[in-house]
């Protein structure tokens, strides 16, 4: 070799060095000298296909090729390629361009691939044998997939010569790539085939196989061999006990169907398993030493083969038919199957017609991967299909568009509903998915929530046990969550994590209310060899009806424009104002009633219906709750039921999942109508406004807390939870107080600090609480809080205002008075923090109102915990009760006690001129209609059977009002200013209402 190394050129001596240290490092056993006779047989192997291309160019090297192990491509190959040896370029962009119009094909790279082919997995042998395919070289392995295996191709040697390399895939968590072999591989040595048993080999055929696993006698000790046509094929299953499949042979001359004669084969010896990869369906074989046994589980006997069993091509001059007794008392036929177990379309099946899917086989081409993780696809443009109830986790890395499949035994449920409209065929454990040709086309980048949550998905079928129609819409659903969700709330692996027990996936716990309705837990287990083997085929894909859209889950935003949508299209003024009494109204009161008017939307009124999901924050520019997702945000008015107040921050940053709400839709109209006879004219409206927003009670709404971690969104951005970013541990330092009062939030005036910009500062949206601290400032330690420090001056009074502005704003709707609340400040322990004085940038007159002597800033990283007063004796006694003022303090005239606090059950609300009009500003003008709202109550007291009205104003700066302010709303008002009106009628303006409704 070396003397004929030195009459070729440098190029190519260089590439034969190249390729000697390759072999002998990749391919040589390791424990042996060089072998040169095998790098000649590899070398001679490669020119062999080189120059069978017939445009080398005279090159009897591919020079231009390099080697490759199973390590380089493992480590260094990043990209899709495809290697064609045997190809010229013009035959690769003849290929190419084969993939279609508008795709990527893969990538060409000049690499030779060589090493062994192999179904072990490991050096143990049979326990690392579960029928998958692998090339194995000195320096790793790699999984292999291959159309068109011939089992003597095992454990030998070969060139491939037309391949590509598929890198792990996102969400791919085993970090592993695989390879498609295109053709058919090159052996570097030639094949030792071991010989086959003696010919002519006795056989028996179906009919005498199927008897003998009738007769009451079972044959002991007798192995068979069985011959005939391969009529079906059943997926392969692999448990945590055992890997198997079933075959099953039928009359060579039959066809496929329910009534022909047939007889199955279990398959479990691991080495055997590989058959699976092997065999065709509609091909004939002789499978031998075959002996009958009883499946556990199975009433009745089954073939089965032994680890000396082989499977051969039937040859019909090489066998003969075995004569056999067949006379004896037979076993009693198969009975009727019992019924179906009650499962999810059953259920569904009450209120719709249950139909039965078509069993089928069909071929076609992968054109669209809908929910890779969810085992959906699209077929040839036209079909769905669904492999999730198989277990179709190694399909899964061949699966993108291009790939051309078989599929044996194939149920086709056509109008499944549940928002799919095309025919879905979808194999159970019976059929067979079979690969005949891979995609030529580049795998493109998976969306995040079709590349992770796969074991969820198996979890809905395997655990659930969800028939399709509620399978497809749970996956709709599943992406919907994602999108409203993923990533800035959850991380998708998070949201699609699979359920343990007690530890649920958010993703599931989301759905769970409605599959537990739709599909109560408790279904029975599928038995994947009862799936198989029944005679009369019973799995979940047989029976079926069509699901109508239980629920939807519509991102906020769209949902905003849908509630606005519907506001303003069933917005008429005529109806607003009835004829008799608006026929006779002037101009301006005709303008004033039509200004404010409200819709109210119940959930009965989508269809179908919708579900609200969203995360819980405090807006710091409103003042108010919120829901909100990606698409945007929709104001709450989060209830608690029994007139409690919500007093536990802990809720902001919640999943509130509710299906029961109310929609309100208050709308705003600015308009110059002369007349009732008009209000048809839309041209009098010269400008309308929607406040939209949801009312919800705390005992309907889901509360899920959403996982701390570091990432870009909401929650992290602002401070609207507590701190949910932290690295190492927690330092802090908190106070607790007593709330005793709470004034109304409002837009107010602040002096400017000393040294500040001296700018006439705008108002700024702040409210005030006064209270009591309970004893000194404590430090963290460990999970709990230390002892309490000494107060420097323990005379002193400990009553404080805080004075919550900006950011701080968000903790409004949890304050209220009678609680005691932790006041937690982040980073290292400062002395005096809670006791700093803010009263210079304010005025006097709050810190004398509220009887305290100093005030506090919140500072917008503070957070707010809600504590329990059951250890804090001071706190017991406290009057948690409501403030109510007596009814002889309400409607007399004294205005000696000026503020009082009521219930009130909201009547009518309109809008109207100020009291106090301004003397620049006309009567009617429009622009009067946001200077005042005017509220009629009826008080509920029990002290006299007819409640009286009283009218309540409500003037800037307390505009606009709080949500739920509406007719038919109790309310609870807390010091509102009374005054006497000109002709004695008793009118209030609001300081701090809190809303029940």
């Known amino acids: 070799m070396a003397a004929c190394q ?60 390099s080697f490759v192990s199973v390590q380089d491509l493992r480590t260094h190959q990043q990209l899709p390629c495809c290697s064609h040896l045997s190809w010229s370029s013009s035959a690769y962009q003849a290929w190419a361009q084969e993939a279609g119009p508008n795709v990527t094909p893969l990538a060409r790279e000049r690499l030779l691939l060589l090493g062994t082919l192999t179904d072990l997995s490991g050096d143990v042998e ?47 968590f085993s970090g592993e790539g695989h390879l498609e072999l295109w053709d058919t591989p090159v052996p570097v040595l030639p094949l030792t085939i071991s010989p086959g048993p003696p010919t002519p080999i006795p056989v028996l055929y179906t009919e005498s196989a199927s008897h003998i696993l009738r007769l009451r006698i079972k044959p002991r000790g007798v192995h068979r061999n069985l011959a005939g046509k391969l009529v079906r094929l059943s997926a392969l299953v692999k448990s945590q006990r055992k890997s198997y499949f079933v075959l099953s042979l039928g009359e060579s001359s039959s066809e496929v169907s329910e009534t022909a004669s047939h007889v199955s084969i ?122 999730a109830y198989q277990q179709f986790r190694g399909l899964r890395r061949v699966m993108r568009p291009g790939v051309c499949l078989e599929l044996q035994d194939v149920h086709l449920l056509q109008s499944v509903g549940g928002g799919t409209r095309r025919p879905v065929l979808a194999p159970c454990l019976r059929g067979a998915v079979l690969f005949r040709g891979f995609s030529r086309q580049k795998p493109g980048t998976l969306s995040s929530h079709q590349a992770f949550g796969a074991s969820l998905y198996e979890q809905l079928v395997w655990e659930r046990q969800l028939g399709l129609p509620l399978y497809l819409w749970a996956a709709k659903a599943l992406e919907e969550l994602a999108f409203k ?174 299906e029961k709400f109310q929609l309100i839709a208050e709308r705003s109209v600015r308009s110059s109508f002369p007349s009732w006879n008009e209000l048809s004219t839309p041209g009098f409206i010269q400008k309308q406004q929607t406040r939209i927003y949801v009312q919800i009670f705390l005992a309907d709404a889901l509360i899920l807390p959403v996982p701390k971690f570091c990432l870009h969104s909401a929650t992290c951005a602002t401070p609207q939870t507590d701190s949910t970013c932290p690295d190492g541990p927690h330092i802090e330092q908190s106070r607790l107080f007593l709330l005793s009062h709470k004034e109304a939030l409002m837009k107010r005036n602040f002096c400017v600090p000393e040294g500040a910009n001296q700018e006439v500062p705008k108002p700024t949206l702040c409210f005030y609480v006064s209270g009591s601290w309970l004893g000194g400032t404590q430090k963290k330690e460990g999970t709990g809080w230390g002892p309490p420090e000494p107060q420097r001056n323990e005379d002193k009074d400990q009553k404080v205002l805080l004075i919550f502005l900006g950011s701080s704003v968000r903790w409004f709707e949890f304050l209220h008075p009678g609680q005691v609340y932790r006041l937690l400040a982040p980073g290292p322990p400062t002395s005096m923090l809670f006791e700093k004085d803010d009263s210079s940038c304010t005025s006097q007159r709050p810190l004398e109102l509220a009887g305290c002597v100093s005030c506090l800033t919140v500072q917008d990283n503070w957070t707010l915990e809600l504590e329990s007063s059951q250890d804090i004796p001071d706190v017991l006694a406290t009057n948690k009760a409501l403030p109510e003022s007596s009814l002889t303090d309400l409607l007399s005239g004294n205005v000696t006690n000026s503020l009082v606090s009521f219930s009130a059950e909201i009547l ?14 006309k009567p009617g003008n429009t622009e009067a209609m946001r200077g005042c709202v005017k509220l009629t109550v009826a008080l509920q007291t029990a002290d006299c059977d007819f409640p009286p009205h009283l009218d309540i104003y409500i003037e800037e700066p307390y505009l606009p009002p709080l949500l739920g302010l509406l007719p038919g709303a109790r309310v609870h008002f807390v010091q509102l200013e009374k005054r006497v009106s000109r002709e004695d009628a008793l009118v209030r303006t609001p300081l701090a209402p809190r809303r029940h409704l």
């Open 908 to 921: 009518s609300r309109m809008t109207c001129e100020p009291l106090l009009t301004p003397l620049q500003t």
């Open 266 to 387: 279990v398959v479990q010896i691991p080495a055997q398993l590989v058959w699976h990869r092997a065999l065709w369906p509609g091909k004939d074989y002789v499978l031998t030493e075959l002996r009958v046994s009883r499946v556990r589980g199975h009433r009745y006997r089954v073939w089965t083969t032994s680890p000396s069993s082989r499977v051969l091509p039937l040859k019909p001059e090489c066998v003969e038919e075995l004569e056999m007794d067949l006379e004896g008392p037979l076993l009693e036929v198969y009975p009727k199957p019992l019924p179906t177990p009650s499962n999810s379309q059953d259920r569904m099946g009450q209120r719709g017609l249950v139909r039965d899917s078509t069993l089928l086989s069909y071929s076609g081409t992968v054109t669209g991967v809908l929910n890779d993780a969810a085992g959906l696809y699209e077929l040839d443009g036209k079909l769905g299909l669904c492999l």
């Open 126 to 172: 049979q326990e690392r044998r579960d029928g998958s395919l692998y090339v194995r070289d000195n320096t790793g392995i790699l999984g292999c997939e291959l159309i068109d295996l011939d089992l003597s191709w095992l454990g030998h040697l070969f060139l491939f010569p037309n391949w590509s390399y598929l890198p792990p895939a996102r969400g791919n």
């Open 485 to 658: 969700l993923c990533p800035h709330v959850l991380r998708y692996q998070q949201f699609l994590q699979p359920s343990f027990p007690g530890n649920p996936g958010p993703g599931l716990q989301l759905l769970a209310p409605s599959l537990d309705l739709l599909a109560p837990p408790g279904s029975p287990i599928r038995k994947a060899h009862v799936e198989i083997l029944q005679e009369l085929h019973q799995c979940p894909l047989q029976k079926y009806a069509q699901l109508q859209t239980p629920y939807s889950f519509p991102a906020l935003a769209t949902f905003k424009d849908e509630v606005q949508r519907r506001a303003w299209a069933s917005f008429d003024p005529k109806t607003l104002l009835p004829l008799p009494e608006a026929s006779h109204l002037p101009s301006c009161q005709l303008n004033h009633r039509l200004a404010w008017s409200w819709v109210c939307l119940q959930p009965s009124s989508f269809q179908p219906a919708q579900v609200l999901l969203g995360v819980l924050v405090a807006s710091s520019h409103k003042g108010c709750l919120q829901l909100r997702d990606q698409s945007g945000s929709l104001h709450c008015l989060l209830l608690a039921k029994h007139s409690q107040p919500l007093t536990d921050p802990r809720l902001l940053g919640c999943l509130v999942r509710a």
């Open 6 to 65: 030195a009459e070729v050129p440098t190029s190519e001596q260089t590439w034969l060095k190249t390729a000697e240290t390759f072999i002998q490092e990749t391919l040589c056993p390791t424990d042996k000298e060089p072998n040169v006779q095998l790098t000649q047989l590899v070398i001679d192997c490669v020119k062999t296909v080189w120059s069978s291309q017939g445009s080398n160019q005279g090159y009897t090297l591919p020079l231009s090729y």
